[in-house]
């Protein structure tokens, strides 16, 4: 074509047409990577749409435990040695008691026999018959003075007669009891009061009931009731 036949308007129709295709052209690219785009995307989504289950499944609570290995933790657990427990402090054996140690009460037996119901008439006096018995395993020694193994004769509340009272010396008296032999005291009552001062002249016990018991230290025996006529 002749560049003159260009210029003008006609050559401006020209260029116009040429810009024209080139435009189309440009649309059918953009057209052609926009599909490629979205194709592209596609397979992407339907991965992650594969991928879900895997999680959901993860998801998932864990089954049971295996029975066997259960059975094998509870028998750990079954001989596992144990914390030490305390062991409880056995009690203090009681000493071996040696002969001639004092007497304990609780080895001791203290009676008293006569007075039960008798009735003393006249000129009769009441007698007693006192018996002290070593049950320990060995001999021992007690004192079996009128002080501290006494009999107490009682009217009621009055007191009317004691071995306790008016005693000469000291009135100790040791004696050896020996294990399972009684020792015996005899006493007599003279039917008279007596009383801490040692008065001269003890006035008569009236007639009535009377009560005699023997004590020494925390040992008490069985009341004797007796009457006087």
């Known amino acids: 074509m002749d560049p003159d036949t260009m210029r003008g308007d006609g050559g401006d129709i020209y260029w116009r047409r040429r810009m024209s295709v080139l435009v189309a052209v440009l649309v059918v690219?953009?057209?052609v990577a926009w599909a490629c785009s979205t194709g592209g995307s596609g397979p992407e989504r339907s991965s992650s749409a594969q991928s879900s289950p895997s999680?959901?499944?993860?998801?998932?609570?864990?089954?049971a435990a295996d029975p066997l290995l259960a059975g094998l933790r509870t028998l750990a657990m079954g001989t596992a040695s144990p914390s030490p427990t305390p062991t409880p402090k056995a009690a203090p054996s009681e000493r071996p008691r040696k002969p001639g140690e004092p007497c304990q009460e609780k080895d001791l037996v203290l009676s008293l026999q006569g007075g039960k119901e008798q009735?003393?008439?006249g000129d009769s006096r009441p007698t007693f018959l006192v018996t002290l018995v070593n049950t320990g395993s060995v001999m021992c020694k007690a004192d079996i003075g009128p002080r501290a193994m006494e009999v107490r004769i009682t009217s009621g509340a009055d007191?009317?007669?004691?071995?306790?009272?008016?005693v000469s010396g000291a009135g100790i008296e040791v004696a050896e009891l020996q294990r399972g032999v009684p020792y015996v005291r005899s006493l007599e009552w003279d039917r008279r009061r007596s009383s801490s001062d040692c008065r001269s002249a003890s006035p008569v016990a009236l007639p009535g009931t009377y009560v005699a018991v023997a004590r020494m230290g925390k040992m008490r025996t069985e009341k004797g009731v007796f009457h006087l006529r």
Do not use: L
């Not at 999680?55 to 089954?63: E, H, K, N, Y």
């Not at 007191?159 to 008016?166: Q, V």
């Open 29 to 31: 690219v953009a057209v």
């Open 119 to 121: 009735i003393y008439a």
């Open 55 to 63: 999680a959901s499944t993860s998801a998932q609570p864990t089954p």
């Open 159 to 166: 007191r009317i007669w004691s071995t306790a009272d008016c």
